[in-house]
């Protein structure tokens, strides 16, 4: 087993929190509040708290990514399915069970797993570059 490549890990939780940014905001943004039922981002130190969780929760994510990646020395398109595969086959139908309980939307859930599989994919990107 190798180290974790933890700039890797860095460039890869920077990565997926950017992917959000942008998903959330110009090609998602005003659909997943209709959806949500959220009308205004929130301000101040309530943002502040839900950014740096959410980029908490992305380094969890992506670090167990790196773990894996350090465990077997994958060759770089089976890092990209790895993380392709966390996104797609793990934590989507995570969400999809959720939601499924709470009567949500099948456009919710299509915003939400498509942000956590293309964010993913994005920290393989990083994981490769920085190998």
Known sequence: MG????????????????VGALWYG????KRWQREVGVSEPPKGAAAARIMGLTLLA???????????VARTAPAPHVVLMMAGGFGAAIIAPAIGI?????????????????HIVVGLLVAGLALIATA
């Open 3 to 18: 180290p974790v490549n933890w700039l890797g890990v860095a460039l890869g939780t920077a990565g997926c929190f950017a």
């Open 26 to 29: 110009v090609l998602f943004g």
């Open 58 to 68: 992305e380094f969890v994510v992506v670090s167990m990514l790196a773990h894996l």
């Open 98 to 114: 959720n939601y499924l309980h709470q009567r949500r939307s099948l456009a919710l859930f299509a915003i939400d797993a498509g």
